[in-house]
């Protein structure tokens, strides 16, 4: 409390008189009586009051909540929510309690609980859980139903500390008086029970207050203020006026008649007066019987004086004269003339003198009291509407020290600007008893009482529920026990522009606020809004797995919408997952009935077979050459002439297989493969009038990525018979790269696998903007649309961000034939922009980098503050908005129930790791030994059937078909031919730079037969010389000779 005036000292030094050393001692009196009743100063010397013994009472029973978290929102104050909370409770509650209790273990537990007037219903501690829930959502409670909280000490020592608190400044945003403060100030003190007691202030006695402080202050405001006047005026006039009159009449008739009148008139008046008067009244005694409510003892005082004095003096002078004329003459008729003259004269003078003056004496004691006064119930009439409580702290510990630190520490606390209303008072008791009855009142939830001077009172001060917020605070920042933090606040509820009802939506989650999950508010995704593509991102642990778990499982359950188009009424939505990590989809979902897993492993799933260069009848080739082209621009590195140059390679092997390009179409059927792009590459290369640096550079880029597919088990996926779109497509499938080790290759398996999708969609004819029929999962989806520098480099364009781009408005362009991709990835940064822009669809769940944050966040919508608040996300937590949304909401995501198990997979006799060598080895044997004469004849076409479920390149396989047609007669020349294409001649030009001829046959023999998986095969140098012979053959050279004239040296 701010100094206040002394009371006595002063007061006389400007009162002079008997009547005003009256007057002081009377205004001591209501000072007095200002001390107790509006200063409570009876708070100081409570420590040496009697304490009132604690008397056993019918009490209703506390209803206790700990709180074990809380949720604050961002950028709203918190202990208005807080007084909101209060306000609701004062009209039901007798009393809240606030209770920190810190336990040995160093742990902060907090309780609130609320106590009813009367009764057994409990209803303040229902209003009390209701207020934490709506008020303070993002509190977190627990029922406390053992006895009553706090420490139990063998000798408690207990402080308190009384007053009226307040902000100690207008910025609300830089609270600091949290009650984090004092327990952050206890890190030292190992045990203690503080309990923050409110007693309800009904309305009545707030009225009654208001009366009482009305009352002391028309007691006190004469004394504030004091005036003397004295008057005196004097006022002098003279006034003269002369008035002539003249007036002549003749009349003749008959006669002749003539008269003259003349007149005078005089007046003077004098006027002169003198009058004075006085009055006095004083008067004092007792008055008011509001305040004798408080206190006995006040008293009136009124005292009052004035003095009149009146002097008037007046003289009028008036003076007046006339005179008239008048002639008349008659002769049988009348004839009358009249003349008049009149003049007036006057003299007016008027003289007034006056003086006054008044004398004002100010006492400024008084008008502190009286400012005091105002603004006690200004406070207090403010505070009737919201609620008033009489509030004190107590502070139990084992000894007194820590006690009466506890007190203070909570003291600085809580005083803030306006806190000088009122006495600020820490008491502390000495007595064991007095502590142990003070304690059994805390016990009990009730506030203690004293007796002072024989009035039975306590340590509360009448405070506001807004004041309460402070004085029962809750931390403000985390606190050992409970954690404490804040969150920018999201969408509450969903308002879409088409309402969500089960029958075209699916459930993912439930709406969350400050940590709260409201079960009734569930947020739920238009199915046919996912034709439009969504997006979901998390980093690891986020669970952005389940999420799309989740998404997956409920849209597998559904069917296609065939309300507009009966067309296709009891089709089931189908997926498509394309995983090129980790591999746990198939564990999920591929023991459900109707889901096939393909993968890269025959060993543990069926094996993918594509061919990129197939494709549907209504696609025209050199638009799917312009798009195949675009995959591969996109997976690997290009520059300079290098798209171009594959392009070439790309329709040369297309030629290679029979097709006319400008007509699109090939009578055979057939279709070139990775190693006829090969052949022709190698073709056009080294045909072409590069230098040999260029070559250099175009065979270890092209070339060498190109040899890397047709080798090993990427080589079997892409030559082997190639699975139908119309399994990949139409039905359940999950694919599997997991095992793929190069990131390239994922790649492009992914790029052609949207390529075909793409194609096979736009060539089924069903319609457009169509319901959601298919769903396509696109996992990691930066290996596909991964994000490119948008600069031009010294070689070309950004020949890789532009087939991205196209890339991705290919997919987008696929919500027309009722296509939806899931694009799903960690890291938002790591994605071209286009492939999130084109989804309508957007789960965001946690991201602590800042540029996902950035990107997501404002693809979402999102402010600044609400991008922070990506990164503090829970797992299973996420920012949720489909087009058509008000705004975005945050959702607790429904955790998928995953029946995973081991994946069964046994592989199938005829998908067997050897069977294609078992192929090449029939192959091998059946030519072997029609070129050493075994066998005269060939069933063609059982050979052609051979070949191409071996796997022969398209290209080889029409060179082959076109030998045969050519011939009538099948000789061993031809059967060379046919043994060389089908091989190629890569292991002739890998060893032909070999000078020793032993070597030389050991590279040939060893290059077959690893081709066809032969061991020790007694058959080698046939095979070797068939090939050897199909090579020279192929390249027009006589080698062949070469080397058989050489072996026959050898032999010799």
Same mark, same amino acid.
């Given at each position: 409390?701010?100094?206040?005036?002394?009371?006595?000292?002063?007061?006389?030094?400007?009162?002079?008189?008997?009547?005003?050393?009256?007057?002081?001692?009377?205004?001591?009196?209501?000072?007095?009586?200002f001390?107790?009743?509006?200063?409570?100063?009876?708070?100081?010397?409570?420590?040496?009051?009697?304490?009132?013994?604690?008397?056993?009472?019918?009490?209703?029973?506390?209803?206790?909540?700990?709180?074990?978290?809380?949720?604050?929102?961002?950028?709203?104050?918190?202990?208005?929510?807080?007084?909101?909370?209060?306000?609701?409770?004062?009209?039901?509650?007798?009393?809240?309690?606030?209770?920190?209790?810190?336990?040995?273990?160093?742990?902060?537990?907090?309780?609130?609980?609320?106590?009813d007037?009367?009764g057994?219903?409990?209803?303040?501690?229902?209003?009390?859980?209701?207020?934490?829930?709506?008020?303070?959502?993002?509190?977190?409670?627990?029922?406390?139903?053992?006895?009553?909280?706090?420490?139990?000490?063998?000798?408690?020592?207990?402080?308190?500390?009384?007053g009226?608190?307040?902000?100690?400044d207008?910025?609300?945003?830089?609270?600091?008086?949290?009650?984090?403060?004092l327990?952050?100030?206890?890190t030292?003190?190992?045990?203690?029970?503080?309990?923050?007691?409110?007693?309800?202030?009904?309305?009545?006695?707030?009225?009654?207050?208001?009366?009482?402080f009305?009352?002391?202050?028309?007691?006190?405001?004469?004394?504030?203020?004091?005036?003397? &006047?004295?008057?005196?005026?004097?006022?002098?006039?003279?006034?003269?006026?002369?008035?002539?009159?003249?007036?002549?009449?003749?009349?003749?008739?008959?006669?002749?008649?003539?008269?003259?009148?003349?007149?005078?008139?005089?007046?003077?008046?004098?006027?002169?007066?003198?009058?004075?008067?006085?009055?006095?009244?004083?008067?004092?005694?007792?008055?008011?019987?509001?305040?004798?409510?408080? %206190?006995?003892?006040?008293?009136?005082?009124?005292?009052?004086?004035?003095?009149?004095?009146?002097?008037?003096?007046?003289?009028?002078?008036?003076?007046?004269?006339?005179?008239s004329?008048?002639?008349?003459?008659?002769?049988?008729?009348?004839?009358?003339?009249?003349?008049?003259?009149?003049?007036?004269?006057?003299?007016?003078?008027?003289?007034?003198?006056?003086?006054?003056?008044?004398?004002?004496?100010?006492?400024?004691?008084?008008?502190?009291?009286?400012?005091?006064?105002?603004?006690?119930?200004?406070?207090?009439?403010?505070?009737?509407?919201?609620g008033?409580?009489?509030?004190?702290?107590?502070?139990?510990?084992?000894?007194?020290?820590?006690?009466? &630190?506890?007190?203070?520490?909570?003291?600085?606390?809580?005083?803030?600007?306006?806190?000088?209303?009122?006495?600020?008072?820490?008491?502390?008791?000495?007595?064991?008893?007095?502590?142990?009855?003070?304690?059994?009142?805390?016990?009990?939830?009730?506030?203690?009482? %004293?007796?002072?001077?024989?009035?039975?009172?306590?340590?509360?001060?009448?405070? &506001?529920?807004?004041?309460?917020?402070?004085?029962?605070?809750?931390?403000?920042?985390?606190?050992?026990?409970?954690?404490?933090?804040?969150?920018?606040?999201?969408?509450?509820?969903?308002?879409?522009?088409?309402?969500?009802?089960?029958?075209n939506?699916?459930?993912?989650?439930?709406?969350?606020?400050?940590?709260?999950?409201?079960?009734d508010?569930?947020?739920?995704?238009?199915?046919?809004?996912?034709?439009?593509?969504?997006?979901?991102?998390?980093?690891?642990?986020?669970?952005?797995?389940?999420?799309?778990?989740?998404?997956?499982?409920?849209?597998?359950?559904?069917?296609?919408?065939?309300?507009?188009?009966?067309?296709?009424?009891?089709?089931?939505?189908?997926?498509?997952?394309?995983?090129?990590?980790?591999g746990?989809?198939?564990?999920?979902?591929?023991?459900?009935?109707?889901?096939?897993?393909?993968?890269?492993?025959?060993?543990?799933?069926?094996?993918?077979?594509?061919?990129?260069?197939?494709?549907?009848?209504?696609?025209?080739?050199?638009?799917?050459?312009?798009?195949?082209?675009?995959?591969?621009?996109?997976?690997?590195?290009?520059?300079?002439?290098?798209?171009?140059?594959?392009?070439?390679?790309?329709?040369?092997?297309?030629?290679?297989?029979?097709?006319?390009?400008?007509?699109? %179409?090939?009578?055979?059927?057939?279709?070139?493969?990775?190693?006829?792009?090969?052949?022709?590459?190698?073709?056009?290369?080294?045909?072409s009038?590069?230098?040999?640096?260029?070559?250099?550079?175009?065979?270890?880029?092209?070339?060498?990525?190109?040899?890397?597919?047709?080798?090993?088990?990427?080589?079997?996926? %892409?030559?082997?018979?190639?699975?139908?779109?119309e399994?990949?497509?139409?039905?359940?499938?999950?694919?599997?790269?997991?095992?793929?080790?190069?990131?390239?290759?994922?790649?492009? +398996?992914?790029?052609?696998?949207?390529?075909?999708?793409?194609e096979?969609?736009?060539?089924?004819?069903?319609?457009?903007?169509?319901?959601?029929?298919?769903i396509?999962?696109?996992?990691?989806?930066?290996?596909?649309?991964?994000? &490119?520098?948008?600069?031009?480099?010294?070689?070309?364009?950004?020949?890789?961000?532009?087939?991205?781009?196209?890339?991705?408005?290919?997919?987008?362009?696929?919500?027309?034939?009722g296509?939806?991709?899931?694009?799903?990835?960690?890291?938002?940064?790591?994605?071209?922009?286009?492939?999130?822009?084109?989804?309508?669809?957007?789960?965001?769940?946690?991201?602590?980098?800042?540029?996902d944050?950035?990107?997501?966040?404002?693809?979402?919508?999102?402010?600044?503050?609400?991008?922070?608040?990506?990164?503090?996300?829970?797992?299973?937590?996420?920012?949720?908005?489909?087009?058509?949304?008000?705004?975005?909401?945050?959702?607790?995501?429904?955790?998928?129930?995953?029946?995973?198990?081991?994946?069964?997979?046994?592989?199938s006799?005829?998908?067997?790791?050897?069977?294609?060598?078992?192929?090449?080895?029939?192959?091998?044997?059946?030519?072997?030994d029609?070129?050493?004469?075994?066998?005269?004849?060939?069933?063609?076409q059982?050979?052609?059937?051979?070949?191409?479920?071996?796997?022969?390149?398209?290209?080889?396989?029409?060179?082959?078909?076109?030998?045969?047609?050519?011939?009538?007669?099948?000789?061993?020349?031809?059967?060379?031919?046919?043994?060389?294409?089908?091989?190629?001649?890569?292991?002739?030009?890998?060893?032909?730079?070999?000078?020793?001829?032993?070597?030389?046959?050991?590279?040939?023999?060893?290059? +077959?037969?690893?081709?066809?998986?032969?061991?020790?095969e007694?058959?080698?140098?046939?095979?070797?010389?068939?090939?050897?012979?199909?090579?020279?053959?192929?390249?027009?050279?006589?080698?062949?000779?070469?080397?058989?004239?050489?072996?026959?040296?050898?032999?010799?």
């Amino acid at each position: 409390m701010a100094e206040e005036p002394k009371k006595v000292e002063g007061l006389t030094s400007y009162l002079s008189d008997n009547n005003r050393l009256q007057d002081a001692k009377r205004l001591v009196e209501q000072v007095d009586l200002f001390e107790n009743i509006v200063s409570h100063s009876y708070l100081q010397s409570l420590g040496d009051c009697e304490v009132v013994e604690y008397q056993e009472s019918d009490l209703t029973t506390m209803r206790w909540y700990e709180i074990t978290k809380i949720v604050m929102e961002k950028n709203v104050f918190f202990p208005d929510k807080l007084s909101m909370l209060y306000m609701s409770l004062h009209s039901v509650a007798k009393n809240v309690v606030l209770i920190v209790d810190k336990s040995l273990d160093s742990k902060i537990r907090l309780f609130i609980g609320a106590r009813d007037f009367e009764g057994t219903s409990n209803i303040s501690g229902e209003i009390l859980k209701a207020g934490l829930d709506g008020y303070l959502s993002g509190v977190k409670t627990k029922n406390f139903t053992s006895g009553h909280p706090g420490n139990v000490f063998a000798k408690p020592f207990v402080s308190s500390v009384s007053g009226v608190a307040s902000l100690r400044d207008d910025k609300k945003e830089s609270f600091v008086q949290g009650i984090e403060k004092l327990i952050n100030a206890t890190t030292n003190i190992p045990q203690f029970t503080a309990y923050f007691v409110a007693d309800n202030v009904s309305d009545a006695e707030a009225k009654s207050i208001i009366s009482a402080f009305n009352d002391l202050h028309n007691h006190i405001s004469p004394f504030a203020e004091s005036q003397v &006047t004295m008057s005196e005026n004097i006022t002098e006039g003279v006034s003269e006026s002369l008035t002539e009159n003249f007036s002549k009449s003749i009349a003749k008739s008959l006669s002749h008649t003539i008269t003259h009148t003349e007149g005078f008139s005089e007046s003077t008046t004098s006027t002169s007066g003198t009058s004075e008067s006085k009055t006095s009244n004083f008067s004092n005694g007792y008055s008011s019987p509001g305040i004798v409510s408080f %206190f006995v003892g006040a008293y009136s005082y009124n005292h009052s004086r004035s003095k009149t004095k009146t002097t008037q003096e007046s003289t009028s002078i008036q003076k007046g004269s006339n005179s008239s004329d008048s002639q008349a003459e008659q002769t049988g008729e009348t004839n009358t003339d009249q003349h008049g003259e009149a003049k007036m004269q006057g003299t007016n003078r008027s003289t007034t003198t006056g003086s006054t003056r008044q004398v004002t004496f100010k006492n400024n004691y008084a008008k502190f009291y009286l400012e005091i006064l105002d603004g006690q119930i200004k406070r207090i009439k403010k505070g009737i509407p919201f609620g008033l409580w009489s509030t004190a702290a107590y502070f139990v510990a084992a000894d007194k020290t820590t006690s009466k &630190t506890l007190a203070n520490l909570y003291r600085g606390c809580v005083v803030g600007e306006s806190s000088n209303v009122e006495s600020f008072a820490v008491n502390a008791w000495e007595e064991h008893s007095d502590n142990k009855e003070i304690v059994k009142y805390l016990d009990n939830s009730l506030q203690p009482r %004293f007796y002072y001077h024989g009035i039975n009172v306590s340590a509360g001060s009448v405070v &506001t529920s807004e004041e309460l917020a402070i004085h029962l605070s809750l931390p403000q920042s985390s606190i050992p026990g409970v954690l404490v933090r804040e969150e920018e606040s999201f969408g509450r509820n969903i308002i879409s522009e088409t309402p969500l009802t089960e029958d075209n939506s699916i459930e993912i989650g439930v709406i969350r606020h400050l940590g709260a999950d409201y079960e009734d508010e569930t947020v739920r995704l238009g199915v046919n809004g996912l034709s439009k593509h969504t997006f979901v991102t998390g980093t690891t642990g986020s669970g952005k797995s389940n999420t799309l778990y989740g998404l997956i499982s409920q849209l597998a359950d559904r069917k296609v919408d065939s309300s507009k188009y009966p067309q296709f009424k009891d089709e089931e939505i189908k997926f498509l997952i394309i995983e090129p990590a980790k591999g746990e989809y198939k564990e999920v979902f591929g023991n459900r009935e109707g889901v096939t897993v393909y993968g890269s492993n025959p060993k543990i799933s069926k094996l993918l077979t594509l061919n990129p260069f197939i494709f549907p009848e209504d696609i025209d080739i050199y638009e799917h050459i312009d798009a195949l082209v675009e995959i591969f621009n996109a997976c690997w590195p290009m520059y300079a002439a290098m798209p171009q140059v594959l392009k070439h390679s790309i329709i040369e092997a297309y030629k290679s297989c029979g097709w006319d390009l400008v007509r699109s %179409f090939n009578p055979e059927g057939i279709y070139p493969t990775i190693a006829d792009v090969l052949d022709s590459l190698k073709e056009y290369i080294n045909a072409s009038e590069y230098s040999a640096d260029t070559k250099g550079d175009y065979k270890g880029s092209l070339e060498t990525r190109l040899q890397s597919l047709c080798d090993g088990i990427v080589g079997r996926m %892409f030559n082997a018979d190639p699975i139908p779109d119309e399994i990949l497509f139409n039905q359940n499938v999950i694919i599997d790269l997991s095992r793929v080790k190069s990131s390239e290759t994922k790649s492009l +398996l992914m790029g052609l696998l949207v390529l075909k999708l793409n194609e096979f969609r736009a060539s089924e004819h069903k319609g457009m903007n169509l319901p959601l029929r298919h769903i396509t999962v696109l996992e990691e989806a930066h290996n596909l649309l991964k994000r &490119t520098s948008t600069e031009q480099s010294s070689e070309g364009s950004n020949v890789a961000g532009m087939a991205v781009e196209k890339i991705a408005n290919s997919m987008a362009e696929m919500r027309t034939y009722g296509e939806g991709f899931i694009i799903a990835d960690q890291s938002p940064a790591m994605l071209d922009l286009s492939a999130i822009r084109n989804t309508n669809t957007k789960i965001v769940m946690a991201l602590p980098e800042k540029d996902d944050r950035e990107i997501s966040g404002k693809a979402l919508g999102l402010d600044d503050k609400h991008i922070e608040e990506l990164s503090r996300l829970k797992t299973g937590e996420a920012i949720v908005y489909q087009t058509g949304w008000e705004e975005p909401v945050k959702s607790k995501i429904n955790l998928f129930d995953i029946d995973s198990k081991p994946w069964p997979y046994q592989p199938s006799a005829c998908v067997n790791s050897n069977n294609r060598e078992n192929i090449a080895q029939e192959i091998f044997l059946t030519l072997a030994d029609f070129y050493e004469g075994v066998t005269s004849t060939i069933d063609i076409q059982k050979f052609l059937n051979t070949l191409i479920e071996f796997g022969v390149s398209g290209g080889r396989l029409y060179t082959i078909i076109e030998k045969i047609n050519s011939i009538d007669e099948v000789t061993s020349d031809d059967v060379a031919f046919i043994f060389a294409t089908i091989i190629g001649t890569g292991i002739f030009d890998a060893a032909k730079s070999i000078q020793d001829f032993n070597i030389f046959n050991s590279h040939i023999i060893r290059g +077959l037969n690893n081709f066809a998986g032969l061991e020790n095969e007694p058959r080698s140098m046939t095979f070797a010389n068939m090939y050897l012979k199909g090579c020279s053959i192929k390249l027009a050279s006589n080698f062949y000779e070469t080397w058989l004239n050489e072996s026959l040296k050898s032999n010799l």
